[in-house]
């Protein structure tokens, strides 16, 4: 799901990563998913949202000068009806940018991809074809490997294009066996210039309850809806073999390390004791724990319905809406202002579900 950060510059003028979620929408269900999966948050919404494209032109004019590294979103972002605008005022103002995607329909947007040098494309997949499917729905994975050699085959045919073609995938408790099999026997490496082998994102009851109040008291905000979506019973995760996914790992990381292919893991994890912790929820006893957090200063995220929102995936505390007041004023604005002096105290009681929350602790 992550990116490598880009080297922070500190200072409130514009933000230096920009997150849009250019739509609520997605053509899957995929089981694990915080936002349309079995808890997701979106479930229950009788009208899904998007972007307008002429705020987003906005935005990308008005932080033009500072040239930020964008992340679009979804849902499904692939199926947002402006991206090939969206990307060519992008390329324009000279900012790079990337995205994930289910690569169900990486195939048909492949050449316009590479058109444009989308500099970064994560696809998502889970597991061989049967464990794929099983979280992601029939025929998922035949897309998506289809779409992976598509997105290479036209990035191969623009010698001019530096196009990375990444591979995430999350693990889960269906699927925490199958990390070797995925990478050494179901992928062609040798189309990826990247991978990303990530922890399923969770909460407990308890995070989520103590996120509830916080907004409450500090924010005048009632509930947290999305952040529900990542609440888990610990117990799902019981039955894990968390040496064997650390044997998995390291072989997998072993074999890119030798073909040059980057390998993002999160949370970082350095033992086998990292990953029982992380799934037992004593995530601050892990070998790299942040303490602090510079996102705030350096990065923001748009949702679909314009609210500017205080970290990716959480989207419950809103400090401004592009729709009715420019970014860069929500930007330095007061609120944000208030959000980042409770940030120099103290993390979120949810900060432990975002991959940037596991990093070397400070000296």
């Known amino acids: 799901m992550e990116a490598e950060s880009p080297k922070p510059t500190f200072g409130n003028s514009a933000p230096r990563w920009i997150f849009l979620q250019l739509l609520e929408s997605c053509n899957l269900r995929c089981r694990?998913?915080?936002?349309?999966?079995?808890?997701?948050?979106?479930?229950?919404?009788?009208?899904?949202?998007?972007?307008?494209?002429?705020?987003?032109?906005?935005?990308?004019?008005?932080?033009?000068?500072?040239?930020?590294?964008?992340?679009?979103?979804?849902?499904?972002?692939l199926m947002y009806p402006h991206l090939e605008e969206l990307l060519a005022l992008i390329t324009h103002y000279g900012s790079t940018v990337q995205m994930p995607t289910n690569g169900t329909l990486l195939a048909s947007k492949a050449e316009m991809l590479v058109k444009y040098n989308v500099d970064r494309i994560w696809v998502s997949l889970d597991g061989p074809e049967e464990f794929n499917d099983e979280q992601r729905g029939k025929g998922v994975f035949a897309k998506a490997k289809r779409g992976i050699?598509?997105?290479?085959?036209?990035?191969?045919?623009?010698?001019?294009?530096?196009?990375?073609?990444?591979?995430?995938?999350?693990?889960?408790?269906?699927?925490?066996?199958?990390?070797?099999r995925m990478f050494f026997e179901s992928i062609d490496l040798s189309k990826l210039d990247c991978i990303s082998i990530e922890m399923q994102s969770y909460l407990t009851e308890e995070?989520?309850?103590?996120?509830?109040?916080?907004?409450?008291?500090?924010?005048?905000?009632?509930?947290?809806p999305i952040a529900r979506g990542f609440v888990q019973?610990?117990?799902?995760?019981?039955?894990?073999?968390?040496?064997?996914?650390?044997?998995?790992?390291?072989?997998?990381?072993?074999?890119?390390?030798?073909?040059?292919?980057?390998?993002?893991?999160?949370?970082?994890?350095?033992?086998?004791?990292?990953i029982r912790k992380y799934f037992t929820a004593n995530w601050?006893?892990?070998?790299?724990?942040?303490?602090?957090?510079?996102?705030?200063?350096?990065?923001?995220?748009?949702?679909?319905?314009?609210?500017?929102?205080?970290?990716?995936?959480f989207y419950d505390l809103t400090l401004g809406n592009v729709n009715e007041t420019p970014l860069l004023d929500i930007w330095n604005g007061p609120r944000y202002s208030k959000y980042r002096n409770h940030l120099k105290k103290e993390l979120l009681p949810i900060c432990q579900g975002c991959c940037l929350f596991y990093n070397e602790k400070p000296k």
Not at 215 to 220: Q, R
Not at 245 to 272: H, M, S, W
Not at 291 to 311: D, M, Q
Request: aromatic fraction near 10%.
């Open 32 to 77: 694990m998913c915080y936002e349309w999966g079995e808890s997701g948050a979106y479930n229950e919404k009788a009208i899904l949202s998007k972007l307008d494209i002429n705020v987003v032109k906005q935005i990308v004019e008005s932080c033009s000068h500072a040239k930020p590294f964008y992340d679009l979103y979804g849902g499904e972002p």
């Open 149 to 180: 050699e598509k997105l290479y085959d036209a990035r191969e045919a623009r010698p001019e294009s530096n196009m990375e073609i990444g591979l995430n995938m999350v693990v889960t408790p269906s699927n925490h066996k199958q990390i070797a």
């Open 207 to 224: 995070n989520h309850n103590q996120y509830v109040k916080l907004l409450e008291e500090k924010f005048d905000v009632k509930g947290a």
């Open 233 to 274: 019973d610990i117990s799902k995760f019981a039955d894990m073999d968390f040496e064997g996914i650390f044997n998995q790992v390291q072989a997998v990381k072993e074999e890119c390390d030798r073909r040059g292919i980057f390998v993002n893991l999160y949370p970082k994890f350095n033992t086998v004791e990292d």
């Open 284 to 313: 601050h006893e892990m070998s790299k724990v942040k303490k602090r957090c510079v996102f705030p200063w350096i990065s923001t995220e748009v949702n679909a319905l314009g609210n500017v929102t205080s970290c990716h995936a």
